[in-house]
């Protein structure tokens, strides 16, 4: 019996050293403590969790028979129908108890672990069916997992036992399968995919131990108590159980649902609709208006003849995320800080969708690319409704009790969907909409892109198959200069192909680029004609424009996007067609995305006091005089991504009239002269080049020093 206490006591001291350990791991949000030479954390095998369990378990084995809450439980459940504590343990009431017992540790960790994943979903969170069936999946596998290794565990813990007590009860071989399972329980935290900073909040980490502790008692003594009292026929606790159940989830549905649209507020229109388009890696010569070539993409043609272009639009950076935080918001990446490389985002308080939301506007999001995944980038959070990529799959992934099942029978993760996808998602949110003015913003699938990707849908160029040019030869490449051989592999290859697709035709390349930019031009095609029928085209700003361009030649580079700063990487499309736009209406002067948001609240009138670092050009737009515009317009500033070869550090260039100078990492400068889509560099002897290179400079030198201020790397 003295042992029994020594045994009770140190399980006690260890319970109240780890239950404080882990309080305040929990209310730091995971903070890592230092005891003894030893870390305390909540993912390593000595954190408080494990070390709680452990304790747990020791206490229970050393508990009285007779005495403590474990007694009583035992011997309510006894009056209402438990066999006897001590009758017989055999190996099937053993494999019985334990698969019993070890389906309510799954369900319970199950519970907890849709807690986390409801509360760190982000914006707009889960939809009723990925919630659904996230519940369904993650119960029915915590349970059976449970119920496996729970068999398992009273098995072993019956063979186990009897090599201590030669007859042991039922009751003594559910204690050991509980502390059993109990020690175990805490090493599912190791297949939990790793905890993002939402994750780690403490009102998630104490909210999801709070949703473990009421799941723990629902499991373990209420539904045990249902069941047993049914099986005496008393349904009374049943049917309230069950009632409230339903009650809670008829709740859930009908929350998830939303109320009926005939309820929903209702806005006159005083303001045109916005549909922005943006297509990566479309290149300004595949449009005819901007060389008189062969168009492969009619549609935006005809968008841009029937309003206004700018001839000189460039992306502010050579990342897709940070050039569409750059549009959404008119500031350059290292002001809202969505960059590769960079520090915390620093979305700034109002960007355009806020700005058309305190008006009336609905505004929503579709996106076709896994890095503009509304958590990943956290452009969700700018808009009502978000579409992405995010499935349910991916909803899955992130739950301890359906990872295996995901990976068993999930596939490969979708990483980009092709346009027809998006055009039916802002299709079916068109036909949900209330009255009132919308704003879209809606990537479509680009034709290239900076980085591999493994898809059903690739959107390299490469692969073309039955890809089909067209009636007319493809015409509009051929001044950028000397290209290879039709049947010859490139002379340089992107980096990112494979030995399969290094050895395709220039032909192959070049045809699967094209493949790319007609799919997206019969999106676009789709989406205006989708406006008429709806009878609002006659009052949609219609915006297109590509967060990068597509390298084809350019510094040697074929195929790629953001690798440089160069023409062929940042020199994009950008035209507006909509109501108050005259037609043929084409605009010089060098301008970037960040212009996008100041001019279009400026053509909906509502430019307000806002600080912006692009311009509204909404003057030009709307009079159609953009001969007027200062040849001298600018500085707009580019960066690419980091470079490699410059120990991953970014090339930086600033644009300031037909003058462009760009700074690479070592601290060399090139002065280039930009006229139209060309430009050719300028060797700086002296005289007035010199004094435009060294005003250049310090302009550039300056938004360096600034942005230095920014982001503490520098990058």
Not at 24 to 46: A, C, D, P
Not at 355 to 367: D, E, K, N, P, R
Request: proline residues 7%; neutral net charge; charged residues 20%.
């Amino acid at each position: 019996m003295s042992h029994r206490r020594l045994v009770a006591s140190v399980a006690n001291f260890g319970l109240l050293v780890f239950g404080l350990a882990l309080l305040m791991v929990l209310g730091t949000g995971g903070t890592r403590l230092h005891l003894l030479g030893v870390e305390i954390g909540l993912r390593h095998v000595s954190n408080p969790l494990q070390g709680f369990a452990f304790f747990a378990a020791l206490r229970l084995l050393a508990a009285s028979r007779r005495s403590g809450l474990e007694a009583r439980v035992v011997k309510l459940f006894a009056r209402l129908g438990l066999p006897p504590r001590d009758a017989p343990a055999t190996r099937g009431s053993a494999v019985q108890a334990g698969a019993g017992i070890g389906a309510g540790f799954g369900i319970v960790i199950a519970i907890a672990d849709l807690t986390r994943l409801f509360l760190t979903a982000g914006h707009p969170g889960l939809d009723y069916r990925d919630a659904l069936a996230a519940l369904f999946v993650s119960l029915v596998s915590g349970g059976l997992a449970g119920a496996a290794i729970g068999a398992l565990a009273g098995w072993a813990s019956l063979e186990i036992g009897r090599r201590v007590q030669p007859r042991p009860g039922r009751y003594q071989a559910g204690r050991w399968c509980l502390a059993l399972l109990a020690v175990l329980a805490p090493l599912v935290l190791r297949l939990a995919p790793a905890a993002d900073a939402a994750t780690r909040q403490p009102s998630v980490l104490l909210s999801v131990t709070s949703a473990l502790l009421g799941a723990g008692v629902i499991v373990a003594l209420v539904i045990p108590a249902a069941v047993l009292r049914a099986r005496r026929g008393k349904w009374g606790l049943a049917v309230i159980g069950g009632g409230v159940l339903a009650v809670s989830l008829g709740l859930a549905v009908i929350a998830a649902l939303g109320a009926p649209r005939g309820v929903r507020a209702r806005t006159e229109i005083t303001h045109p609709n916005i549909l922005v388009i943006t297509v990566s890696g479309l290149r300004i010569d595949a449009l005819g208006m901007y060389r008189d070539s062969t168009t492969l993409a009619p549609a935006i043609q005809t968008l841009g003849f029937g309003g206004c272009y700018f001839l000189e639009a460039t992306t502010p950076s050579g990342e897709v995320p940070a050039a569409a935080a750059s549009l959404l918001s008119g500031l350059y990446p290292a002001t809202h800080g969505l960059r590769e490389g960079g520090d915390a985002w620093r979305w700034p308080p109002e960007g355009l969708p806020e700005i058309l939301a305190s008006h009336g506007y609905h505004t929503a999001g579709f996106v076709s690319w896994d890095e503009l995944n509304g958590r990943q980038s956290g452009l969700a959070e700018l808009f009502a409704h978000y579409r992405d990529l995010t499935s349910v799959r991916d909803r899955l992934s992130q739950l301890v009790t359906a990872r295996g099942w995901v990976t068993v029978f999930g596939g490969r993760k979708s990483l980009q969907r092709p346009p027809d996808s998006v055009v039916a998602d802002v299709r079916a949110w068109l036909d949900a909409l209330p009255q009132g003015p919308w704003f879209a913003w809606v990537e479509l699938a680009g034709p290239a892109r900076a980085r591999p990707v493994v898809s059903a849908h690739e959107p390299w160029p490469t692969d073309t198959g039955d890809a089909t040019p067209g009636d007319e030869p493809a015409l509009w490449w051929e001044a950028l200069g000397a290209a290879p051989d039709a049947d010859a592999p490139l002379p340089q290859p992107p980096a990112w192909a494979d030995a399969d697709r290094r050895q395709r035709s220039f032909a192959d390349w070049l045809g699967g680029y094209e493949a790319a930019v007609r799919a997206a031009d019969r999106a676009t095609a789709e989406l205006v004609e989708l406006l008429q029928i709806r009878g609002e085209r006659h009052r949609t700003l219609v915006v297109v424009t590509a967060e990068q361009a597509t390298s084809l030649g350019e510094d040697g580079h074929w195929f790629e996007a953001g690798t440089g700063v160069g023409a062929g990487f940042t020199h994009v499309p950008w035209l507006i067609n909509g109501p108050a736009v005259p037609a043929n209406g084409i605009i010089p002067g060098p301008c970037s995305l960040v212009d996008v948001a100041p001019t279009l609240l400026g053509l909906v009138g509502l430019g307000g006091t806002r600080r912006w670092e692009g311009e509204d050009l909404s003057r030009y737009v709307v009079t159609g005089a953009g001969a007027l515009r200062d040849p001298r317009s600018g500085p707009v500033f580019i960066e690419s991504l980091p470079d490699a070869r410059h120990a991953g550090r970014r090339i930086h260039a600033v644009r300031l009239g037909p003058w462009k100078l760009v700074r690479y990492p070592g601290g060399g400068e090139r002065l280039y002269f930009v006229e139209g889509p060309l430009e050719g560099e300028v060797e700086v002897r002296g005289g007035r080049v010199s004094r435009q290179h060294q005003s250049l400079s310090d302009i550039l030198a300056n938004r360096l020093a600034e942005q230095t201020q920014l982001t503490p790397s520098g990058s």
